[in-house]
Structures are given as C-alpha cells and as structure tokens.
C-alpha cells in the first residue's frame, strides 16, 4: 500500500468537542478504558437468602491515556504527503507541498507557552475548570455529556517535553425537571387521594367480634 494511502487512511484520532467545535484533538491514544458497570439490588430475608429486584445501570466511564506532541501530526503527514508526491509526480512537488510549508510559521517554538503541547495542557485545565459537559470521540464509541473527573500528567526524562497524560471522564445522566399543575391539589380531598364514595355508616375494625366474644362470656357466668 502506498505511503500516501496509509497516511490518508488513519484511524480516527480521539477528540474532545464542546459546542460542536473540537477543543482538543490527540496525536495519539495509547490506551483507552471503556468501562460500563451495572449494579444489582439486593436485600436480604428471612431464610438468609439475598434476593434482588433491579439492576441499576451506571454511568460509564472512560479512560484515556493520550498524548500530544510538539510535532503535530497535521504538519507531518503534509510534508510525508510532499515527499511521496516528489517520489511519485516530480513536476507537481512545489504545489503540493505548499500547503504543508505553509504550515510552519504557525508553531513557533521559541517560547513554552506557543508550544501545541503547553497550549492543550492549558485547555485540558480550562475544560475541568469550566465543569461544562464535553463530548468525547474515539474510534470506539462516541460519548455525550461527559466529565472531567481527574487528569495526570506524569514528567519524566523520556518523555520530553510532548504531553503525555491520564484523564478520567464519567458521564452525567441530565434528566429535564417536569412541572405539574396545582389546581387538581386545591381540593384536600382530591390530593389525600380521596373521593366521592356516598353515605357510609361508621363501623370499627373488629367490633362484631369483641361483641361476640362479649355475650359469650356472659353465657358462661349465667348471665343473659
């Protein structure tokens, strides 16, 4: 397969959308952690035994170890796609690596906070920070109203000074409150649940009963 198929091609990168615009996008996804967990009632009897009625879904997690890079991959795979065209269609290299050198003066490296990775990790604190809900695409599922919940970002001498970072996004279940008229609750009657059931004499639980044992006491001591 030809370089520049492979390039055009790539599996789709993880991103990060909030207002329909991407926020972030990763240069690579090292490990993802798709998580759906369920949790099952129970509640104990008699005999000891545990029963159960519902199982509850969760809502689901993900995990994300990503990586972003000085080096963009937008930039490289413009320039790979220059050279394969040099290799391929010498007459046409100038105009097709135009627009991939069209590209450097955008990364300016000269100070850390111009630096695509300095620039993400900011926005990776600005969108925790905001406590707004994120959309999180990957090449696995598409999730929706999603959560900041922790992010980590580990430095070490071999890493250089890419970001590499662990998040951790929990998705919040939004239900949209319901209003309900109180006019049907200006009547006590209507809101105690109770209606219209006619004329009824007053009895009380249990008086036949006692009035039976009664007179059965009464024949035992001779007493009419």
Same mark, same amino acid.
């Given at each position: 397969m030809a370089l520049s198929a492979i390039l055009s091609n790539q599996k789709k990168r993880v991103q990060f959308i909030q207002g329909g615009n991407t926020v972030i996008e990763l240069d690579c996804s090292v490990r993802e952690r798709h998580n759906w967990d369920s949790?099952? =009632? $129970?509640?104990?009897? $008699?005999? @000891?035994? *545990?029963i159960s009625d519902h199982i509850v879904n969760r809502p689901a997690k993900l995990e994300i170890q990503g990586i972003i890079s000085d080096?963009?991959?937008?930039?490289? =795979? @413009?320039?790979? =796609?220059a050279a394969?065209?040099?290799? *391929?269609?010498?007459?046409?290299?100038?105009g097709k690596?135009?627009?991939?050198?069209?590209?450097?003066?955008?990364?300016?490296?000269?100070?850390? $906070?111009?630096?695509?990775?300095?620039?993400?990790?900011?926005?990776?604190l600005s969108l925790r920070a905001q406590k707004l809900p994120i959309d999180v695409y990957t090449s696995l599922y598409n999730y929706k109203n999603m959560f900041i919940k922790n992010i980590s970002v580990p430095r070490e001498?071999? *890493?250089?000074q890419m970001l590499?970072?662990?998040? $951790?996004?929990?998705?919040?279940?939004?239900?949209?409150?319901? *209003?309900?008229?109180?006019?049907?609750?200006?009547?006590?009657?209507?809101?105690? @649940?109770?209606g219209e059931k006619g004329q009824q004499e007053a009895t009380q639980p249990g008086s036949d009963a006692?009035?039976? @044992?009664?007179?059965?006491g009464l024949g035992v001591l001779g007493v009419k």
């Open positions: 949790h099952m =009632t $129970e509640f104990e009897i $008699e005999n @000891g035994q *545990t080096a963009p991959l937008s930039l490289i =795979t @413009g320039l790979l =796609t394969v065209g040099h290799f *391929t269609k010498s007459a046409a290299v100038l690596a135009a627009p991939a050198l069209a590209l450097l003066p955008a990364f300016d490296f000269s100070s850390i $906070e111009s630096r695509p990775s300095t620039k993400a990790y900011l926005q990776l001498s071999r *890493t250089g590499l970072f662990d998040i $951790e996004l929990v998705q919040l279940l939004i239900v949209q409150p319901s *209003t309900v008229s109180i006019v049907k609750f200006a009547d006590a009657a209507v809101s105690a @649940g109770k006692a009035a039976k @044992g009664f007179k059965a």
